[in-house]
């Protein structure tokens, strides 16, 4: 009767590294896609932070407990780094941190026949 318990636990410590994983997933590719709009010739880091924070809102909302996004530029690069809180299936677990960055180069216009 013991095993019934035990293997109880582990599917949901897997389900739980699953949703953990998915999560991460979700925010590498708002980070990913922020970083992009960001470096656009008419964009920004904040604007692509904006970005970020609201694909992670549509892709994994009710996945997180809570979320955020940060974008910065050294000049020749856009960086935005995006983090969150993954929803705990098992209470005596805690919360798992998730976070991820993408980076992108700054486009920038150069006109034909320009030196």
Known sequence: ML??????IAVMLVVQFG?????RQVLAGAAQ???ASGARVDGSPGAGAALADSLIDQGAGALLTSHGASGSS????VTVTATGEVV??????GSISVSATGSSPVEE???QGAP
Request: hydrophobic fraction near 50%; avoid cysteine.
């Open 74 to 77: 050294d000049g020749e690069r």
């Open 3 to 8: 095993m019934v318990p035990l293997v109880l």
């Open 88 to 93: 705990s299936l098992i209470p005596f677990l």
């Open 33 to 35: 896609d922020g970083a």
């Open 109 to 111: 216009f150069d006109p």
């Open 19 to 23: 949703l953990a994983y998915y999560a």
